[in-house]
């Protein structure tokens, strides 16, 4: 138990939030600036990426999430068509402008095809860098799936090695495993905070919390939040008259900081999707047998889901309604990403069946380049009006 005041934990967490913001915007770092135990940086592409596989290896997983509502775009439209979605655009025009030029790799994968096409676009641009697409089926309901899963992670795990020159021996990879069940614990404390206590912690808060493993290894990440979890639940702020929603639709490209702040101010977010790739495995991979096994079941057979994997036993509606149960949400906000297909997709089916059993929702389009939110900000506070007359 923390022996440290209230105020003395509130600054400290301050400390812990502004810090985590500044990495949101930290560039990529170069090998002089790595830590202690890493040779190299691999950047991965969302939406899930087993970081387990590269931490091993001595390299740096770094999660690209595009470039946010400062970069302007000079290269990438060169390179892809104006419907494609800005998350792909603004990660090839990070590419192009240098800002990546560290990375020892990239990582994406066939989610959609915009971020499949995006693996050919930097074999051919940045050929120092390893290029690779990491096939995850996006069906997981065939007997040979985990089988699948198992070799793609060691043919990743191979290349990686290779462009590390370090080797990822089952130990290591078993150590790194255990590094990463403590942090994905973690994260599900911070989530339990707001589910149980929103007033605590902001969704804003909570994402900021959860992008700096982004920039940072795991190990660090874990050493944040240890310090940042107890300094949450020592708030002392007052719960105000706010419904209850969910968020969906932020599983890919990233909703604006501005966006999630708009949201904060008028309603208590208990649950959500945001980064759901770092947060993908629902519980611990097993530390014991086969490391690679290990992490391909876990794949298959304890995940969140998500809008771009196929599994039967997850309906794009059931899993939206276990949502809106599990953290006693009045309402849901359903937004997709412009040019998303899948999101889009998504949001078609869980706006249907939200009318069909009565549940309240606002519908909203995001990108992550957008500026401007005074009407975004105004259709919140009508929304959240109308769900507090209703249950006045
Ligand atoms: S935002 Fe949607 S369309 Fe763009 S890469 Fe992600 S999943 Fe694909």
Not at 180 to 203: F, G, Q, T
Not at 280 to 299: C, H, K, M, N, Y
Request: a negative charge; hydrophobic letters at 40%; one cysteine or more.
């Amino acid at each position: 138990m923390s022996t440290e005041s209230p105020k003395d934990l509130e600054s400290e967490l301050d400390e812990i939030l502004d810090h985590c913001n500044a990495l949101r915007q930290a560039p990529v770092p170069d090998d002089a600036s790595l830590p202690d135990g890493y040779t190299g940086t691999l950047g991965h592409f969302p939406v899930y990426f087993p970081e387990e596989l590269a931490h091993s290896a001595g390299l740096l997983p770094v999660g690209i999430l595009g470039g946010g509502n400062k970069l302007e775009l000079k290269h990438a439209d060169a390179h892809m068509g104006s419907f494609v979605c800005s998350i792909c655009r603004s990660t090839t025009e990070l590419g192009l402008s240098g800002a990546l030029k560290n990375l020892a790799g990239f990582v994406t994968h066939p989610i959609c095809d915009a971020a499949k096409h995006l693996g050919g676009i930097w074999a051919r641009n940045f050929p120092e860098q390893l290029a690779q697409i990491l096939y995850l089926p996006q069906n997981v309901n065939t007997p040979g799936a985990v089988r699948f899963i198992a070799a793609e992670y060691q043919r990743l795990r191979g290349e990686l090695e290779k462009k590390a020159g370090r080797a990822s021996d089952d130990e290591r990879l078993r150590a790194s495993i255990g590094i990463y069940n403590r942090n994905r614990a973690l994260l599900r404390e911070l989530y339990a905070i707001r589910r149980d206590e929103p007033w605590k912690l902001s969704c804003t808060e909570s994402y900021l919390l959860a992008r700096a493993r982004t920039r940072i290894p795991a190990e660090e990440h874990n050493a944040l939040l240890e310090r940042a979890i107890p300094a949450i639940r020592a708030r002392s702020r007052q719960a105000q008259d706010k419904p209850r929603v969910v968020f969906v639709g932020g599983f890919c490209e990233q909703p604006p900081l501005e966006m999630l702040e708009a949201i904060d101010d008028n309603c208590y977010v208990v649950d959500d999707d945001l980064l759901v790739g770092l947060r993908w495995i629902t519980s611990d991979v097993p530390e014991t047998g086969d490391p690679v096994r290990a992490l391909a079941e876990s794949f298959v057979e304890r995940s969140a889901a998500s809008p771009v994997q196929h599994d039967e036993r997850k309906t794009k509606e059931g899993y939206l309604m276990e949502m809106l149960r599990s953290s006693r949400a009045d309402a849901a906000i359903v937004t997709a990403a412009k040019f998303c297909e899948p999101g889009l997709d998504e949001q078609v089916a869980w706006s249907k069946h939200l009318d069909h059993v009565g549940v309240q929702y606002l519908v909203l389009e995001f990108e992550e380049k957008m500026t401007s939110f005074e009407q975004m900000a105004m259709q919140l506070e009508t929304f959240a009006e109308s769900l507090l007359f209703a249950t006045a």
